[in-house]
Structure formats: structure tokens, C-alpha cells
């Protein structure tokens, strides 16, 4: 994707909320797929399509800093976005718990489940409409339950065990540091959000760009299609003839 396309991204996701800005990045990693084959992925595809596109576009390599929890100290540190990214084999089926008289199967959440849950009231609540909604039969005592009832009967520790199960199935879906603190020495845990942090990147890269877009335009005329089709090299060196002037 080429410093245009990657304009028009940016541009499109100005006005747009977290959820939006996601699947227009996830279009960028996968631009032959429609819009409902993005929603329909697990979550944690959808991660691993983010941290590709992050390494295509800005390095392997990612600053994080975090404030220490116990003391307010300020961490910085860099991460390996392979590590953190790397795809890992999903179930084919559906997954199963028990606990008591219960016995649930489910799938893993897609993009579209986390979307709908983001609307819940609270944490709670958005817990219980991904583990309702995901799914796919639920037992209590031998006896089949309602998908309509499930919400007001499923224990909240069975959801608890499903939520964990989920999450070990599919770890690229919520990647949460825990950054010990070099002052203190306590844990401070840390959910490192892709879609947030590549969109901050993708902000500050086409301003810069912009920037280098007027300073250029100003200086030979040149159109901004033209500038754009430069190397970054070849601006960067344009740039620097500029400022010597």
C-alpha cells in the first residue's frame, strides 16, 4: 500500500470511532476482503492482521511506555511485534465446558460479537452478551436451554470458565502485558490495544507527510500526486535542499 492509499485511510478514520478506525486497518491488511468476511473473523485474526500490517508499514519494533500502577513511575521499553502478533492455529470446532449441571459448547468471538458486546452497559454485561452470543448449544441438567433464557440462567462462573477457555484458544485476542516496575519492582499490567496505538502512528505519519506536502508544493510547485510518488529518500533530500535555501 502506497503513501496515497494509506492518505486515504488515514483521512477516513479521522471522524471515524475506535471500531470503525479497526476495520478500516484490517481492510488495509486485507484489502481483497468484504466487509463481512472482516467481521466474521475471530478476534484474534483480526489482532494478528493489525500486527502484520504494523510491521509492513513501521518496523518490527514497538515503544510502549506505561505508568507503574504502585508508584506512578514511567516505563519505557520497546517489544517484538512477531512475538506479539504471531498467528496461532485456531480450533476448527466448537469448544466445550462443564461445571456442575452444566455443560456448554461454544465458538470463538468474531470481530462483529466483540462490536455488539462494545454496546453493553458494562464489563458485565458485555461478558455475558459475547458468551451468550458465541453460543452454540448449552445443557443444564441434560436438558436443553433456550438461547433466550441462556443470559438470565448461565452461572457466572461457568462464564468465567468459558471466557478463560476462549482466551487460551485464541491469546492474540487481548494481549495484556504485565510490566514489572524497575523502581518498585511491582506488576503493573498493561492491555496493549493495536488498533489504537497503529492508528496513533498512522495519524502522526500523514501529517508529517502533509507537512512535507506543503513545504515541497511551496518550494517547486510540484502537486501533491507528483510528491507523493517520490521515494522517501528522494523527499527527505528535497526537504533538506529547502531548508539550506
Not at 186 to 201: F, G, H, K, R
Request: aromatic share 6%.
Amino acid at each position: 500500500m502506497g503513501p496515497t492509499e494509506l492518505l486515504a485511510v488515514w483521512e477516513a478514520g479521522l471522524a471515524q470511532r475506535a471500531a470503525e478506525r479497526s476495520l478500516l486497518l484490517h481492510r488495509a491488511a486485507r484489502p481483497a476482503a468484504t466487509a463481512d468476511e472482516l467481521l466474521s473473523v475471530p478476534v484474534g485474526e483480526r489482532e494478528a492482521d493489525l500486527f502484520a500490517l504494523r510491521r509492513a508499514l513501521f518496523g518490527e519494533r514497538m515503544q510502549v511506555r506505561v505508568e507503574c500502577g504502585a508508584c506512578g513511575e514511567a516505563m519505557e521499553f520497546d517489544l517484538d511485534t512477531g512475538v506479539l502478533g504471531a498467528r496461532s492455529a485456531l480450533p476448527e470446532g466448537p469448544l466445550s465446558v462443564a461445571e456442575g449441571e452444566w455443560a456448554v459448547e461454544f465458538r470463538l468471538p468474531t470481530v462483529a460479537d466483540l462490536a455488539a458486546a462494545a454496546t453493553a452497559s458494562g464489563p458485565g454485561e458485555a461478558r455475558r452478551r459475547l458468551v451468550t452470543g458465541c453460543t452454540v448449544r448449552a445443557l443444564r441438567g441434560g436438558e436443553p436451554v433456550a438461547p433466550e433464557e441462556l443470559a438470565s440462567l448461565l452461572p457466572k462462573r461457568v462464564e468465567k470458565l468459558i471466557a478463560e477457555k476462549a482466551a487460551e484458544a485464541d491469546p492474540t485476542a487481548d494481549v495484556t502485558l504485565n510490566v514489572a516496575c524497575p523502581e518498585c519492582g511491582e506488576a503493573t499490567p498493561a492491555e496493549l490495544d493495536i488498533t489504537s496505538y497503529l492508528w496513533t502512528e498512522l495519524d502522526t505519519w500523514a501529517r508529517d507527510l502533509l507537512l512535507d506536502v506543503h513545504l515541497l508544493a511551496s518550494a517547486y510547485g510540484w502537486s501533491e500526486p507528483e510528491i507523493l510518488a517520490l521515494s522517501p529518500l528522494r523527499r527527505r533530500y528535497y526537504l533538506e535542499l529547502c531548508a539550506d535555501v
